[in-house]
């Protein structure tokens, strides 16, 4: 079994960034207010994830850290209309299977503390894969992952790993997009001890999600965007868009997200640049993020689990409302 994790986390997980993503969504899913990220060495050395979500019971501790044990699928009545971002069960006992991972938790549905007085439980994983635990830990009400030494059981692996700054990067970027999604949910960012990042929930401070923006877009983002809002049957689009006048050479300020998940989709990139090209005359990179909302049963984006890929039901129809959206938009310009 240990075998086979380590065969699933081939292709789950790639480095330090895709680790992050998985168990940032699973504090989504636990329906957390509040994650902070810890790094070591871009995320190689150590990755902790802490979170106020709703925890994990002692007793299914050993089970969250098992093979497509997940909690998730059973409150699913139709697995097109997935709702919750994992839904795989396959995520931690990979991760497990390539690290030195430890798992603390405090439930807040059950009573863990009735007779023994102790706050919450560990769970951690052995080099064999063998489980450890659960044993005692004192913990506030939420979870905590805690991966330390990635790769370290799989050479052939660690060896793709990049420089530091390269891992940090790509971190940063996992953070960044879920920052976007979430302003909602307080999020916290530390490398090598330095905080990268902090940001308060926005629900708390009606200024929150422009000071957000900028805080992970660069200062002026907001100024320079146009904010952006369009709805037509099943098909509701919101976001910002930056202003052609201000729109950069690089490529890398495109978040564009399906019912909340971010995805990289051909037809919506192409829908976005020739809407943007058709206003602009020249071939600039738009900026954007956009969320895009549609009925699950219109999208099917369980492609691929690490991958960022959505196939749309009716794909003629979402680029041209996505193309026209942003043609109108762009047209009316700042006023
Ligand atoms: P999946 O997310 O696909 O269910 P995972 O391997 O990512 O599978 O997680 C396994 C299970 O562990 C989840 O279904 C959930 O019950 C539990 N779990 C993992 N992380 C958390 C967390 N941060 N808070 C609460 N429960 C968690
Ligand atoms: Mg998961």
Not at 114 to 138: K, Q, Y
Not at 208 to 233: M, N, P
Not at 251 to 279: C, E, P, W
């Amino acid at each position: 079994d240990h075998l086979v994790n380590q065969i699933a986390a081939g292709e789950v997980v790639e480095r330090p960034a895709s680790v992050l993503k998985e168990l940032i969504e699973n504090s989504l899913d636990a329906g957390c207010r509040r994650i902070d990220v810890e790094a070591e060495q871009g995320g190689v050395k150590r990755l902790r994830v802490r979170d106020d979500g709703r925890g994990i019971p002692r007793d299914e501790l050993p089970l969250a850290l098992s093979r497509h044990a997940t909690s998730k699928l059973a409150r699913l009545q139709d697995l097109d209309a997935v709702a919750s971002l994992g839904f795989r069960g396959e995520a931690l006992p990979s991760i497990a299977s390539v690290s030195r991972l430890t798992l603390t938790s405090r439930a807040s549905q059950v009573d863990d503390t009735s007779d023994t007085g102790v706050s919450g439980w560990e769970v951690s994983v052995g080099i064999d894969g063998e489980l450890d635990g659960p044993r005692p830990a004192p913990h506030p009400e939420g979870s905590t992952l805690d991966v330390r030494d990635l790769f370290f059981n799989t050479p052939a692996r660690r060896k793709f790993l990049r420089s530091e700054r390269t891992e940090l990067d790509h971190l940063e970027q996992v953070f960044r997009r879920v920052a976007l999604a979430r302003p909602d949910v307080a999020m916290s960012l530390k490398h090598n001890g330095r905080v990268l990042q902090s940001l308060p929930s926005a629900e708390t401070d009606p200024a929150g999600v422009s000071a957000r923006l900028d805080r992970l877009l660069g200062k002026g983002f907001v100024d320079k965007a146009l904010a952006l809002e369009e709805a037509a049957v099943d098909l509701h689009l919101r976001g910002w868009v930056l202003q052609p006048a201000f729109s950069r050479s690089q490529a890398d300020q495109q978040f564009f997200y399906v019912n909340g998940r971010m995805v990289r989709d051909k037809l919506v990139t192409h829908a976005i640049r020739q809407a943007y090209s058709d206003v602009l005359h020249h071939g600039r990179h738009p900026a954007y993020v956009l969320f895009l909302e549609l009925p699950p049963r219109l999208v099917d984006v369980n492609v691929h689990p690490a991958k960022h890929e959505v196939r749309f039901r009716e794909s003629r129809q979402v680029h041209d409302f996505l193309f026209s959206a942003l043609h109108r938009r762009l047209s009316r310009g700042a006023s």
